[in-house]
């Protein structure tokens, strides 16, 4: 039995999210059905390094899953991208150790989230920007972005759905804010996210750049570990999965 570990790239606007759902296509759902009929009618579960909700974008997706056959790691990526849809691609296949899991042997996770700054909305970029036609002071949202780095408890910067039990500390090793023309990029690097926590954090972080927040008064928020102190979940159409590290090699020679 090989266990394989893949990288994968998708547009996730024409999904209702990562995990599947019986009625609706969503990503997991669709590699699933293409390793089913690879495998001839078998059944083949995949493990994850995390869920994306609907409309989310991945650029370093990391999955695993174990197969009988025994094929070169090219043979695996050519045969599962000509069974694939156009909006997902299988970028790399490795074969990994049996201690790897897509999830549990994650060190860290990187989210990127594009906005796009223009009083003009852009109708080709609207499924893979956010729209925000305010002015933004970028030197300030970026004094902000500082002040989310380091490990903290997150819990403000959480959707009250979140199912997560226990503590809601999280370690933020990275946060910037670049601004390039009508383009802003926001990065964040870290131990783990909670749901919905980039989405939470980019919109304080928009509401600091149109000066209706400070930037120390993210200290204050994040002390209060309440959500009802922040406003809206923004878009999912701007986020990416950036890229997903792991704490050692797990490849087979």
């Given amino acids: 039995m090989a266990r394989l570990k893949c990288v994968v790239k998708y547009d996730g606007s024409g999904f209702y999210g990562f995990q599947v759902q019986p009625q609706n296509r969503t990503v997991q759902g669709v590699l699933e059905r293409v390793l089913k009929e690879m495998h001839k009618g078998a059944e083949i579960r995949l493990q994850a390094s995390g869920r994306t909700d609907t409309g989310v974008h991945a650029i370093g997706q990391v999955i695993h899953f174990e197969s009988t056959y025994d094929i070169p790691e ?22 990994v150790s049996g201690e790897f899991h897509a999830r549990y042997s994650v060190s860290e ?35 902000a972005c500082r002040y989310l780095e380091g490990t903290h408890d997150f819990t403000t910067f ?16 990275h ?39 400070k930037p120390e008064d993210i200290p204050i928020l994040l002390e209060k570990r309440d959500r009802q102190q922040v406003g809206k979940t923004i878009s999912p159409n701007g986020l990416y999965l950036w890229k997903v590290k792991y704490n050692k090699e797990y490849k087979l020679i």
């Avoid at 156009?86 to 296949?93: A, G, K, L, T």
């Avoid at 989210?111 to 080709?124: G, K, L, T």
């Avoid at 304080?204 to 209706?212: A, C, F, P, T």
């Fill in 74 to 95: 090219e043979n695996w990526k050519r045969a599962l991208n000509t069974l694939l849809p156009d909006d997902i691609y299988i970028q790399e296949v490795i074969k």
């Fill in 109 to 143: 996770k990187e989210y990127h989230y594009f906005v796009r700054n223009a009083v003009e909305p852009d109708v080709f970029s609207r499924n893979y920007t956010y729209h925000f036609p305010y002015e933004i002071d970028i030197e300030k949202v970026t004094e």
């Fill in 158 to 173: 959480s959707s009250a759905k979140s199912t997560i039990k226990g503590e809601k500390v999280r370690t933020l090793y």
């Fill in 175 to 213: 946060a910037s804010c670049i601004k390039q023309g009508n383009d802003i990029e926001f990065i964040f690097r870290g131990s783990g996210f909670l749901y919905n926590m980039v989405r939470i954090m980019v919109s304080v972080l928009l509401d600091i750049g149109q000066g209706r927040r």
